[in-house]
């Protein structure tokens, strides 16, 4: 009996829980973000070794071109990070609203690009590892815009997932791009 309690609390995220001054207790956080880890094949997919090397050479390329790069060990460490900081930089209802419908843009560009150089170098993105489809890529500037779109596209699919989630439970509607902000009261 046990057993299945246990099991169906895991069908659900956990809940936010509040600081006394309202903000977003931080070990709740970490505890949804690990939820949707654990249970989220979309959001596990940080977890994928070939993820992994997307945001590895990412993070290598990103360096390598001037920028400054945080380091982190794992996509699953970055991504963790970007939730903490999208909700510290996005703090009421109508900013959070457009930084997830940002994320959802770039998904969409991400997924367009990507696919539209997948067509006309007649490769199959599903079909294994996107650092060894880039091979394929005759020049390096090919390869890293599919990279990059490969990369953006699983970054930004796990964020808006659990931000537009966390956006619901905040603020009491599903997120939707095309629906206005929440109000406050």
Known sequence: MAKAAENAVALEPPPLERTADGDIQ??????LIQWFLDYDRR?????????DALFQWKQI??????????????A???FAIGIFQALAENRDAAALHTWVSDLVQALNDAMQTKNELAEAFKLDPQEGSAMKAAEAFPTERERRVYLTCSWLEALCAAEARVLGW????????PFNPQNPPVLAP
């Open 26 to 31: 931080t070990t709740s956080l970490a505890e």
């Open 43 to 51: 959001v596990a997919l940080m977890r994928h070794p070939n993820v």
């Open 61 to 74: 390329e990103s360096q390598q071109s001037g920028q400054d790069v945080a380091p982190f060990d794992h």
């Open 76 to 78: 699953e460490d970055r």
């Open 166 to 173: 966390i956006y619901q439970d905040l603020y009491g509607q």
